[in-house]
């Protein structure tokens, strides 16, 4: 590893591409709890264990993943492996965060799919769509939560209700209705106080 | 279904949203509703599959090309999956090299901080005036 200074931080090292392969498939496919989880061992990985990337480079990679559209993880890997070794390294990073994983994802798929054809196997398994159903409702309260306050009920109630009405009464496409939202989002900015 | 299709509805789905499963009513939309490639259950059963194996949320779009096409479908939900990851590259050159202005910079800082301190891996040191 050769050593060099990132900007604004403490001193980094430049990582061969086996390295950055072999890290961001480990932590990138074995971490459960989503992508925050992950980020969360990765920071601890390419921050502080090895020092490929620094503290206000994290920060940059993490703030943009957020800002990014898709998945925000595959964003910050990407992010980091660019940091540490250019177009060459997002690319290793990217493909070792989401290959593995989505073939272990594709396994899956076809063992549930055999099993769907078993009647004891396809009683669990509407055991386990239902609790699928449960897992959305909280994805939704979760993204919700953190806008909920007195002072955005009206404009998150608007938006609620009005995507609801669009898609169910009018049978807008939901890209339409996100599109819409944005625009009301952009036109009726969020209260912090 | 034509694969190249099923990859461009599947990045509609994911260029459009910011989060793992935002995405979930324009896949049923374009795949259950208007094409009739996947059913209601296969889609709860893709939801199942990302919650039980480790990997991003979003990751269930490879599962549901898997239900639409096969293998060539689980391969173009993996690269509908990746492909919007590639933006962020734009992004840290277009907005990377402008956070050494102290505003720029204490505005991602603290964006990234309020984040931080929801998963409670952020320290009052972490925080910048801006």
């Known amino acids: ?193 | 279904m034509n694969i190249l299709v099923l990859y461009l509805v599947l990045l509609k789905a994911t260029v459009t949203t910011f989060s793992g499963l935002a995405s979930l009513p324009i896949v049923r939309d374009e795949l259950v509703s208007q094409r009739h490639v996947l059913t209601d259950e296969q889609l709860n059963t893709a939801i199942v599959v990302t919650r039980t194996t480790p990997g991003p949320i979003g990751l269930y779009v490879v599962s549901v090309g898997y239900f639409a096409a096969g293998v060539p479908g689980a391969i173009a939900g993996w690269l509908a999956m990746s492909t919007p990851a590639l933006i962020i590259v734009v992004l840290l050159r277009l907005i990377g090299s402008r956070t050494e202005h102290p505003l720029a910079g204490a505005r991602i800082s603290n964006r990234t901080c309020c984040d931080l301190h929801c998963r409670g891996d952020c320290s009052p040191d972490d925080h910048q005036e801006g």
């Open chain 1, 1 to 193: 590893m050769i050593p060099v200074r990132g900007g604004g931080g403490t001193a980094t090292t430049r990582p061969r591409l086996g390295e950055v392969a072999s890290v961001f498939a480990r932590y990138g496919n074995l971490t459960f709890g989503g992508g925050s989880a992950t980020i969360g061992v990765l920071q601890r990985e390419i921050e502080t264990k090895r020092p490929w990337i620094n503290r206000d480079q994290f920060r940059l990679c993490y703030g943009l993943s957020r800002l990014t559209p898709g998945t925000n993880l595959l964003a910050f890997c990407t992010a980091a492996g660019w940091l540490t070794r250019g177009w060459s390294g997002a690319a290793v990073a990217l493909l070792a965060a989401s290959l593995p994983c989505s073939v272990i994802a594709v396994a899956v798929t076809a063992v549930f799919e055999l099993w769907a054809r078993n009647q004891w196997a396809k009683v669990a398994l509407h055991g386990a769509l239902a609790a699928a159903v449960g897992i959305i409702f909280y994805t939704c309260w979760h993204l919700t939560r953190s806008s909920l306050r007195r002072s955005n009920a009206l404009r998150i109630t608007f938006v609620w209700t009005g995507s609801i009405m669009l898609q169910t009464v009018f049978k807008v496409a939901p890209i339409r209705v996100l599109l819409l939202a944005a625009l009301v989002g952009a036109a009726w900015p969020r209260q912090d106080s």
